[in-house]
């Protein structure tokens, strides 16, 4: 059996020291020689490789939040626009109207209850004169030339004398007039009965007369 050779008592080294053990060696970095445990450490055989500077994660931080508030910004504009183009009115749209006399409108799908009025044009200012027969709405700066947006069966707020006062539609169980007929043109006398009221419009009359099977 081969030993390793004795460590010099004067510091010198035999073998392959340092950068590793010769035959024998232990396998928790030292040897045995006969009966007596003798351990020596190689020098620089157990070091670590020194740790990895710490980075600086302050820029990444701020990087992230700053990221964050301009995506949350970027949505809240992104919405705040959706909303806006979503209740912007054209001609064509339909609309609720708010009140009796007019003002605030949102949009609303045509034929739907909320609907009570179409409209057939928009035009800039007040511009009364511009919508000839049919109803005139000022909202937003701008001048709306609407329509009952009604058919045969829906209820209706009570007619009017005074024509600053616009008809809505009205649930039938707290109405007094029901849409009997809706034509094209602006011949009431033709199109409605006797007994019954009439919107004209520019392109369409509305006739009523007294809530049924309520």
Not at 80 to 108: F, H, K, P, T, Y
Request: aromatic residues 8%.
């Amino acid at each position: 059996m081969t030993y390793p050779p004795q460590p010099d008592p004067y510091g010198a080294q035999s073998g392959p020291y340092p950068g590793g053990w010769q035959q024998g060696q232990h396998p928790q970095g030292g040897y045995q020689q006969g009966s007596d445990a003798f351990w020596r450490q190689v020098a620089g055989s157990q070091q670590q490789p020194p740790p990895p500077p710490k980075k600086n994660r302050t820029g990444l931080i701020i990087g992230l939040a700053i990221g964050a508030v301009v995506l949350l910004l970027g949505s809240a504009v992104a919405i705040v626009l959706a909303v806006s183009a979503s209740n912007r009115i054209e001609a064509g749209d339909c609309m609720a109207l708010a009140d009796e006399r007019g003002g605030s409108m949102d949009v609303a799908e045509c034929g739907s209850p909320e609907s009570d009025y179409e409209v057939v044009d928009v035009r800039e200012g007040r511009n009364l004169a511009g919508c000839g027969d049919d109803y005139v709405n000022f909202a937003d700066g701008n001048t709306y030339c609407i329509v009952l947006d009604v058919r045969a069966g829906d209820c209706l707020t009570p007619f009017q004398q005074d024509e600053s006062v616009l008809p809505l539609k009205l649930e039938c169980s707290k109405a007094e007039d029901q849409v009997t007929r809706v034509t094209g043109g602006q011949d009431p006398e033709a199109a409605c009965e006797d007994n019954e009221g009439y919107y004209v419009f520019s392109r369409k009359t509305v006739c009523f007369g007294d809530v049924q099977g309520v």
